[in-house]
């Protein structure tokens, strides 16, 4: 799934999200934007060539996903994964066990997860998202 060639204005999405419009936060949306697949905090940092040391770019990173502009992905590693969600539609990921491949891919969506969980649950009013990931072996690993 290729990423939607959209125009994001990132200081007034900031902004409606509660969130100062920083210059590093600028800069790591920008990042985000061109990225196809979610990325590690080793390579921000490593692409923000210095702007935003390595405690500020995680306390950004989860500022960003508090407010939904950007998400957490669990790939099953010892680190985690960030990506844009504001110009994407609603997707999930296979991950390659051997190599570490990752493509996005288009899963039907509807709310029966978050009911059904919310029928497991006695101490939740609302679930308003899930996470669901998927792993394997992609077609040059096996």
């Known amino acids: 799934m290729k990423k939607p060639a959209v125009s994001i204005d990132h200081p007034k999405l900031l902004r409606d999200a509660g969130l100062r419009a920083t210059p590093g936060r600028l800069k790591l949306l920008t990042l985000l934007q061109k990225e196809p697949t979610p990325v590690t905090v080793t390579y921000l940092e490593r692409k923000m060539r210095g702007e935003l040391n390595q405690v500020t770019l995680y306390r950004a ?10 998400s957490r992905v669990n790939f099953e590693h010892d680190h985690a994964h ?3 969600t504001v110009d994407r539609p609603h997707h999930h990921h296979v991950v390659c066990r051997s190599c570490g491949h990752v493509e996005d891919i288009e899963v039907p969506h509807s709310s029966a ?3 059904d969980a919310l029928k ?7 679930i308003d ?4 990931e998927f792993f394997g072996a992609c ?3 096996v």
Request: proline share 3%.
């Open 61 to 70: 990173l989860e500022a960003l996903a508090k407010v939904g502009i950007v």
């Open 139 to 141: 077609r040059a690993c």
């Open 82 to 84: 960030y990506e844009l």
């Open 129 to 132: 998202s899930y996470s669901l």
């Open 120 to 126: 497991g649950t006695k101490e939740f009013a609302r």
């Open 113 to 115: 997860p978050e009911k």
